[in-house]
């Protein structure tokens, strides 16, 4: 075992300028009616029909952070912004209104309602945006569920299972592609 990671690192001071990369992503585990749209690249996107409508439910993810080294030598440390650390769930359904007011979505971490919601001033009619600090997201199961009493809808709660992942990408000018690349 310490030969392979002896030879790893030879393999990868040869190559010079190095970015180590790592984060996590949000995958839905169970669909239980919903259809997943996530693309390759993108945030995870989730879509069911709610009073014969779409509902439409997108987890923007936090970014991924990143080391620039010089033959294993670390250089440059590159991680989102506290600003950008929170975690955003946009819901999308034509009835949506005033969501600080009635939030459309029951979301728990581990099983645990999530009560520390915050709501972002770009929501607007038919569109919600809720913020999680990330200091809420440290689980490893989270769930979303459909409150009735503001949307009529018999879908089933939602789950999605944290994905960690970490990857070596050789340094690029403009910046080296994305781990699911």
């Known amino acids: 075992m310490h030969r392979i990671a002896l030879c790893l690192a030879v393999l990868s001071s040869l190559a010079g300028c190095t970015d180590y990369k790592w984060g996590h ?16 690249r993108g945030n995870t996107i989730v879509k069911t029909v709610c009073a014969a409508e779409p509902l439409r439910v997108t987890l923007h993810q936090v970014g991924e952070t990143s080391v620039v080294a010089l033959f294993m030598i670390p250089l440059f440390y590159s991680s989102p912004d506290d600003n950008y650390r929170s975690f955003a769930i946009v819901t999308s359904h034509p009835t949506l209104d005033n969501c600080a007011v009635r939030n459309p979505l029951v979301v728990k971490m581990d099983n645990q309602v999530i009560k520390n919601l915050e709501w972002s001033s770009r929501s607007s009619k038919g569109m919600c945006i809720i913020q999680i ?3 809420e997201m440290e689980g490893e199961s989270l769930s979303i569920e459909v409150d009735q009493n503001v949307l009529p809808c018999t879908t089933a709660p939602i789950t999605f299972k944290k994905k960690s992942y970490f990857c070596l ?7 080296s592609p ?4």
């Open 25 to 40: 992503n949000w995958k839905p585990d169970a669909h239980a009616g919903w259809v997943d749209e996530t693309s390759p």
């Open 133 to 135: 600090p990330a200091s």
């Open 169 to 175: 990408r050789d340094t690029k000018f403009g910046g």
């Open 178 to 181: 994305a781990c699911d690349d």
